[in-house]
């Protein structure tokens, strides 16, 4: 069963004040409006007037935001200028200004030059020297001179005999002269 109303409903007075506030702001606007048409001057000759004034106050604001802008790049290319200014290069004579140049030239041959092989110092090829002392050709070479040489020399020492004994004769000799008392230099 529907609901029953002990007064009005609502929602239903909610439109209506709404309705009836939409209608008086109609008419204030529409009495609004006649007043100021009253009011307005129709008068083609003030309307001129007006525009004129309008127009001429535009030009002059727009005049002097052109003016306000010009001057602050003028102030910003000033403060570049001033701060990038270097200062007056000290005189140069023409000995100076021919040095650099014979500089300058020397520079670009060195560029150009390219270093070849037959630039470069020869270096001795070490795999062709020849070493003081024993040279092995072979393996079995190698192994007899890294070998033990008392097997070597014991294969046959008869015929190393004469050579061994000149060996020590001469060694012997050099330090018996030393001490011998014919040497001249042991009597003082």
Known sequence: MPKKFAAENTKAV?????????????VAR????????????????????QQKKEAEE????????????????????MSSLKSTRAPPSAKITRAQIQVRQDETIKKKQNDKKIETHLDAPLVENIN???I??????????????LGDTVNAADKHPEKRLK???????????????????????NKV
Do not use: M
């Not at 909610?14 to 109609?26: I, M």
């Not at 535009?58 to 290319?77: D, H, N, S, V, Y």
């Not at 050579?163 to 230099?185: D, G, H």
């Open 14 to 26: 909610a439109a209506r004040e709404r309705k009836r506030a939409a209608k008086d702001e109609a």
């Open 30 to 49: 529409r009495e609004k409006e006649i007043e100021d048409s009253k009011w307005r001057d129709d008068d083609k000759q003030i309307l001129k007037k």
């Open 58 to 77: 535009r030009k002059r604001q727009e005049q002097l935001q052109r003016k306000a802008e010009a001057k602050a790049l003028l102030e910003k290319e």
């Open 128 to 130: 062709r020297l020849q």
């Open 132 to 145: 003081d002392g024993e040279e092995a050709r072979t393996v079995e070479e190698a192994i007899d001179i």
């Open 163 to 185: 050579a061994a004994y000149l060996a020590y004769e001469e060694r012997k000799l050099k330090e018996e002269w030393q001490k011998s008392t014919e040497n001249p230099l």
